[in-house]
């Protein structure tokens, strides 16, 4: 495989990643083909000017398969496309459930990654309007990513899975090495059951605000937004101090409303629970 010109497959080509990373990928210099089942997504695919090509004939061909499939699909199609793959390619999966839950095809000379984007961070230093509009990454605004590869992946073979996530999730600051499970601790632990939790708990918050008490809509919103920056910078990077008034609101809260043994969510048995959730299975077999 030749690091500078690889033949990259996104299978699900037609999906939410699957036409991002295509996008950043056709902007390289590989070679790319793109496989897609669904007529919608066909026709996503086809309205950027990209050909669908057989997922047999693509897979077969790729020193890199990205499966940007449905996570709770990624057992059966990894299974119907990791027996074609080339010798010392690379199987790339986008979240860490289906590789954490064992539900992967595994092959001798097949490499299996995983890597998911981190997201422009809410301290980024932003300064054009691309940037600012970029929220989720991938487009104008720099990103980390957390990945994982099998342990005894040959460097070179590490090499090739780093540069295509390097370009699938441009402009990418670092790439950071992790395990599979250090990545499931993160995704979803870390950042879907407590950080997008706590987000939509926010929501509910002002929707209280302004229709039960009765705060007008526009006056919260402010308050909100400008003390959610606020409150994240103080509490991750401590660039102020919280009053001691509000040392008391924020203990009060803590005991109104966080359980007393949450932090039950970083042992091993309840990442199996919720991961096993989130893939439908009836138990998570590692
Ligand atoms: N959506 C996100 O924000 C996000 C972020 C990071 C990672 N991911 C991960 O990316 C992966 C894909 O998620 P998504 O949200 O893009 O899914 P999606 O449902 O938007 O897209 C999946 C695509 O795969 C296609 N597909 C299904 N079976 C296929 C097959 N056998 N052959 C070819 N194509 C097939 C579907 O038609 C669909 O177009 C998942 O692992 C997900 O966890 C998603």
Not at 17 to 38: C, D, I, K, P
């Amino acid at each position: 495989m030749s690091i500078e010109q690889l033949t990259v497959a996104v299978i699900g080509a037609g999906g939410k990643m699957g036409m991002r990373v295509s996008a950043n990928l056709g902007r390289s210099q590989h070679n790319v083909l793109f496989s897609e089942t669904s007529p919608a997504g066909q026709e996503r695919v086809r309205a950027e000017g990209r050909q669908i090509t057989d997922t047999e004939d693509a897979v077969g061909q790729s020193d890199v398969v990205i499966l940007a499939v449905p996570d709770v699909i990624l057992g059966d199609i990894s299974r119907s496309v990791v027996p074609q793959m080339k010798t010392g390619a690379i199987v790339l999966t986008l979240d860490p459930a289906a590789a954490y839950a064992g539900l992967l095809a595994k092959r001798d000379d097949v490499v299996q990654a995983v890597a998911h984007p981190c997201h422009p961070s809410v301290f980024l230093e932003r300064t054009t309007k691309e940037e600012w509009a970029d929220t989720f990454g991938g487009e104008g605004a720099p990103q980390n990513v957390v990945a994982a590869i099998d342990e005894n992946a040959p460097e070179e073979t590490k090499a090739a899975a780093e540069a295509t996530i390097r370009i699938i999730y441009a402009p990418v600051i670092d790439v950071h090495w992790v395990t599979v499970k250090q990545l499931a601790i993160l995704e979803p632990t870390l950042v879907e059951t407590v950080a997008c939790m706590i987000g939509t708990l926010l929501n509910e918050a002002l929707h209280e605000t302004v229709h039960t008490a009765g705060v007008p809509e526009e006056a919260a919103k402010a308050m909100l937004f400008g003390h959610v920056q606020i409150a994240l910078t103080n509490a991750l990077r401590g660039s102020n101090p919280f009053s001691e008034a509000c040392e008391i609101a924020i203990q009060y809260g803590k005991d109104t409303i966080i359980k007393d043994d949450w932090k039950k969510i970083f042992d091993d048995s309840e990442l199996d629970y919720v991961i096993g959730k989130m893939l439908k299975l009836d138990a998570v077999k590692r």
